[in-house]
C-alpha cells in the first residue's frame, strides 16, 4: 500500500504520546498542521481506507495494543480574541493548542472564566470530547462553538453547544460524531460580567488559607494548581490519565439504600434529584488505594487515579481496572464506567 503526498512516518512509536507512557506503536502517524492537509488526506484512497485515531495530548487514552491504523495528531497552531458583545468576550484556539496555555494566555489578556480547568493536561481540540471539567465549572459554561471536519463526507461543521450535546464527560463526539468528527478550532464566550466559581470546598479552603477574600481569576487558576499539583501524580514523573472512573449517578432510592449500610457514604445531589457518588471514595473502600496488580497500580494519594508503575502494557491497566470494578461491583452493586477512551 502506499500512502504519500503527505509527510506520514510508520511503525511510529506512541510512548512519548500517551501520559500513561504505555509502549505502543501507530502503523502509521501524521502531525496534522492544516484542514488543508486532512482534505488531501481524504482524497487519497489508501490513507482514506485506513483506520483513524485523532490524538491531541494522548492524555485521557489507553493504548490496549499497537494501533494498526492511522494516528492523526492534531498539531495546529493559534490563538486570538475574535470579538465581544455586551455579554461575553470571544477567543478562538486552534485544536492542537495546550489547554492549560491557552487558559493562562486568557488570565493574561485579563479574561476570566477558564480559571478552575487550570493545570488540566491535553489540547484544545479534545476539550470539549468529554466536556472537561474541574473545581465546580465544566467546559461548556464558557463554550461558544467549535469547527470540525466530517471525515466521512467531508463537510465542515460549525458546532454550538446544543449540536454538542454536552452532560457529564460526555457528549455528541462519544456518539454520532465518533470516529467522524476531527475538531479543527474552539470558540470560548468569556464572561463580562464574571463572578468566580467557588462552589468547590476545595478551592474555598486554599483561598481562605492564602487570605484572599476577593480572589481575582488569577488567584482562583493559582489555588486551582496549587491543590493539583498537590494531589494528582505529574504524569511527565509517573504515568496516568487522571481520573479513571467517572463519579456514578444513581437514583435517590439507591443512594438511601447504600447510605443505609455505608453512613459515610460520598455522595453529591444533582439538580435533576439523583445523585453523584464519589467513585475514589467507593475505590478507596474497597482497599485498593496504593495497590498494585502487576505494573499497574492504584495511585496512594488519590484512589481515582490508575497508574503506570513502570512499564505497564494496556493490557497490565485493563486488568487492573476490570479488578476495581469487581470489586466496587461485589461491594456496592455500582459500575464503576471508565473515562479514558480505550483504542
Ligand atoms: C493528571 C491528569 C489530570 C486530569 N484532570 C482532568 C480533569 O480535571 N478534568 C477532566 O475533564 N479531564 C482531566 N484529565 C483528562 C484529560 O486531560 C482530558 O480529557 C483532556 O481533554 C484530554 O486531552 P488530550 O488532548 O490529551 O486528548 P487525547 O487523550 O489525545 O484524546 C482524547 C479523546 O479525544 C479525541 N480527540 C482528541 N483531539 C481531537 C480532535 N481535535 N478532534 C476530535 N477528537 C479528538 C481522541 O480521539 C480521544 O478519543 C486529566 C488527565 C491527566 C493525565
Same mark, same amino acid.
Given at each position: 500500500?502506499?500512502?504519500?503526498?503527505?509527510?506520514?512516518?510508520?511503525?511510529?512509536?506512541?510512548?512519548?504520546?500517551?501520559?500513561?507512557?504505555?509502549?505502543?506503536?501507530?502503523?502509521?502517524?501524521?502531525?496534522?498542521?492544516?484542514?488543508?492537509?486532512?482534505?488531501?488526506?481524504?482524497?487519497?484512497?489508501?490513507?482514506?481506507?485506513?483506520?483513524? +485515531?485523532?490524538?491531541?495530548?494522548?492524555?485521557?487514552?489507553?493504548?490496549?495494543?499497537?494501533?494498526?491504523?492511522?494516528?492523526?495528531?492534531?498539531?495546529?497552531?493559534?490563538?486570538?480574541?475574535?470579538?465581544?458583545?455586551?455579554?461575553?468576550?470571544?477567543?478562538?484556539?486552534?485544536?492542537?493548542?495546550?489547554?492549560?496555555?491557552?487558559?493562562?494566555?486568557?488570565?493574561?489578556?485579563?479574561?476570566?472564566?477558564?480559571?478552575?480547568?487550570?493545570?488540566?493536561?491535553?489540547?484544545?481540540?479534545?476539550?470539549?470530547?468529554?466536556?472537561?471539567?474541574?473545581?465546580?465549572?465544566?467546559?461548556?459554561?464558557?463554550?461558544?462553538?467549535?469547527?470540525?471536519?466530517?471525515?466521512?463526507?467531508?463537510?465542515?461543521?460549525?458546532?454550538?453547544?446544543?449540536?454538542?450535546?454536552?452532560?457529564?464527560?460526555?457528549?455528541?463526539?462519544?456518539?454520532?460524531?465518533?470516529?467522524?468528527?476531527?475538531?479543527?478550532?474552539?470558540?470560548?464566550?468569556?464572561?463580562?460580567?464574571?463572578?468566580?466559581?467557588?462552589?468547590?470546598?476545595?478551592?474555598?479552603?486554599?483561598?481562605?488559607?492564602?487570605?484572599?477574600?476577593?480572589?481575582?481569576?488569577?488567584?482562583?487558576?493559582?489555588?486551582?494548581?496549587?491543590?493539583?499539583?498537590?494531589?494528582?501524580?505529574?504524569?511527565?514523573?509517573?504515568?496516568?490519565?487522571?481520573?479513571?472512573?467517572?463519579?456514578?449517578?444513581?437514583?435517590?432510592?439507591?443512594?438511601?439504600?447504600?447510605?443505609?449500610?455505608?453512613?459515610?457514604?460520598?455522595?453529591?445531589?444533582?439538580?435533576?434529584?439523583?445523585?453523584?457518588?464519589?467513585?475514589?471514595?467507593?475505590?478507596?473502600?474497597?482497599?485498593?488505594?496504593?495497590?498494585? +496488580?502487576?505494573?499497574?497500580?492504584?495511585?496512594?494519594?488519590?484512589?481515582?487515579?490508575?497508574?503506570?508503575?513502570?512499564?505497564?502494557?494496556?493490557?497490565?491497566?485493563?486488568?487492573?481496572?476490570?479488578?476495581?470494578?469487581?470489586?466496587?461491583?461485589?461491594?456496592?452493586?455500582?459500575?464503576?464506567?471508565?473515562?479514558?477512551?480505550?483504542?
Amino acid at each position: 500500500m502506499t500512502i504519500s503526498k503527505l509527510p506520514y512516518q510508520f511503525d511510529f512509536s506512541l510512548r512519548r504520546h500517551n501520559t500513561f507512557g504505555i509502549d505502543a506503536s501507530a502503523h502509521a502517524y501524521l502531525p496534522v498542521t492544516s484542514l488543508e492537509m486532512l482534505l488531501v488526506l481524504r482524497s487519497d484512497p489508501d490513507a482514506a481506507r485506513l483506520q483513524r +485515531l485523532v490524538l491531541g495530548g494522548g492524555s485521557n487514552l489507553v493504548l490496549t495494543q499497537d494501533f494498526p491504523g492511522l494516528v492523526l495528531h492534531m498539531c495546529n497552531r493559534g490563538r486570538e480574541i475574535v470579538g465581544a458583545d455586551d455579554d461575553a468576550v470571544y477567543v478562538r484556539a486552534a485544536a492542537g493548542e495546550n489547554w492549560h496555555e491557552l487558559v493562562l494566555w486568557t488570565l493574561e489578556q485579563g479574561l476570566a472564566g477558564l480559571e478552575n480547568l487550570s493545570l488540566i493536561p491535553g489540547n484544545v481540540g479534545a476539550a470539549p470530547i468529554q466536556n472537561i471539567g474541574a473545581y465546580g465549572v465544566e467546559l461548556q459554561e464558557r463554550f461558544h462553538a467549535l469547527t470540525a471536519i466530517d471525515m466521512e463526507s467531508g463537510e465542515i461543521l460549525t458546532l454550538d453547544r446544543s449540536a454538542c450535546a454536552f452532560d457529564y464527560r460526555d457528549s455528541v463526539f462519544k456518539h454520532r460524531l465518533r470516529d467522524r468528527a476531527v475538531v479543527l478550532d474552539v470558540t470560548f464566550a468569556l464572561p463580562k460580567r464574571w463572578q468566580p466559581a467557588l462552589r468547590y470546598a476545595d478551592v474555598a479552603q486554599e483561598l481562605d488559607a492564602r487570605k484572599l477574600m476577593q480572589p481575582t481569576a488569577r488567584d482562583i487558576s493559582d489555588a486551582v494548581i496549587a491543590i493539583r499539583t498537590r494531589k494528582l501524580p505529574d504524569p511527565a514523573v509517573i504515568g496516568n490519565a487522571g481520573s479513571f472512573f467517572k463519579n456514578p449517578i444513581v437514583t435517590a432510592v439507591q443512594r438511601n439504600a447504600l447510605l443505609e449500610q455505608h453512613p459515610q457514604l460520598v455522595n453529591y445531589q444533582q439538580p435533576n434529584g439523583s445523585y453523584k457518588l464519589a467513585a475514589g471514595w467507593l475505590i478507596d473502600q474497597c482497599g485498593w488505594k496504593g495497590k498494585n +496488580l502487576g505494573a499497574a497500580g492504584v495511585y496512594e494519594k488519590q484512589a481515582l487515579v490508575l497508574v503506570n508503575r513502570g512499564g505497564a502494557s494496556g493490557q497490565d491497566v485493563v486488568r487492573l481496572a476490570q479488578a476495581v470494578q469487581a470489586d466496587v461491583m461485589v461491594k456496592f452493586g455500582v459500575t464503576l464506567e471508565p473515562e479514558p477512551i480505550f483504542i
